[in-house]
Every structure is written in C-alpha cells, then in structure tokens.
C-alpha cells in the first residue's frame, strides 16, 4: 500500500444515507478476485441507467465534483461484509472516506486497503456536505500524524479517532504481513533472548 500521511484535496458529495456494500459494488461484479478493475463499476448502478447510458444526474458524473475524498451521509458501508466495496473505492481514486458512521466490517476493509474512513460528527459532516456542494473547490486537509480534518475556506477542524495499529500501517504503507515483517529483528531478538533463557536454566 502507498503510504499515507496527509492529504489536501477537494472532495465529491454523497449525502444520501445508509449506503450499502451493494449500492457501493453491486453483487453480480464479485466473480474477481484480482483488486483491479473495480472502480470503473462503482457506484455502477447510480451511475448509469439500466438501458447502460450514463445518468447525468449522479455525482460522480458531474464534472464540478471532483477529489480524492467522498463525503458520505450516515451509515457507510453497511450491508455485506464483502471487502470489494473498499476495492472499488481505492481503484476509482478514492483514499479518503467521511461520514457520521461506519459498519465496523467496512472500516476495517478499507484501512486494509489503504483507505481512511474518517468518522465525524453529524455537525461537522452538514457544514462539510454544505460548503463542498455550494463550493466545489473547497480544499479539505486531512492529517493522519495528528488525526484532524480541517475545512480550509472556513477554517472548522474537528479530530477523529483511528485504531493506533491501523494508523502506523497507514503511515507506513504496511499490510499485516509487512508490519510483521518489519519487527522481524525484535522478535529474533525477543527469541534468542528466551532461548538463552532456557539455556540457563
């Protein structure tokens, strides 16, 4: 995963709430196992009418909106815990997510992938959802060292919260495999230590 410190970007509005897995990357898509690929389906069913044509109408079509950061209404992510929405989401060119809340499997699916979602609260996100639709080049500066959103044109900043492990394989573009192996030489030392230990014993 690429590393991921801070970020200053617009952002595109989604205010609708309850946004499911499904809505997020509908279900006949799954056959794939390979990450890419996703994005061009996102959102697929909101994004074209079912004759295939684009809908005009949705966000991620209207060229005003446009950003590394998706502001979402309440309830990401809920529904299935299929771990493709946070696929789908990482390969369009999303690497920030904020809502009020989010299914726990989804969070946890998106920081595996290399995406923040960032919960605020339901304040913050109608002062977000309000200044980035009346203004579309808004800049939003989000840093994860500090754990703070900052709203630049009106200069609101709240914190969030974010699991310390998580956050460090965030910062250092670390999988679970890759943390592990970057204390390879304290847990080598950790075992000589208990093996000298026994020995004497």
Not at 5 to 33: C, G, H, Y
Not at 132 to 147: A, M, S
Request: charged share 25%; net charge negative; glycine share 6%.
């Amino acid at each position: 995963m690429e590393k991921f410190i801070s970020i200053t970007t617009s952002a595109v509005p989604l205010p609708q709430e309850n946004i499911d897995t499904d809505q997020i990357i509908p279900a006949r898509f799954l056959k794939a196992t390979n990450r890419d690929g996703f994005g061009e389906n996102l959102f697929r069913d909101w994004r074209y009418h079912k004759d295939g044509s684009l809908n005009d109408e949705f966000v991620l079509n209207n060229n005003t909106y446009k950003g590394q950061i998706l502001i979402a209404g309440h309830n990401f992510g809920c529904g299935s815990s299929r771990e493709h929405a946070a696929w789908a989401l990482s390969d369009y060119g999303f690497k920030v997510i904020v809502s009020s809340f989010f299914a726990d499997i989804f969070k946890g699916n998106a920081l595996n992938n290399g995406v923040l979602p960032i919960q605020v609260s339901p304040e913050f996100l109608d002062s977000l959802l309000m200044t980035v639709k009346n203004k579309p080049e808004t800049q939003i500066d989000i840093n994860l060292e500090q754990q703070y959103i900052y709203l630049t044109s009106t200069g609101e900043k709240e914190n969030f919260e974010i699991d310390a492990y998580k956050k460090t394989c965030l910062m250092n573009g670390y999988d679970d495999i890759d943390f592990l192996l970057s204390k390879t030489s304290e847990i080598e030392k950790f075992e000589n230590q208990r093996e000298l230990s026994r020995v004497s014993d």
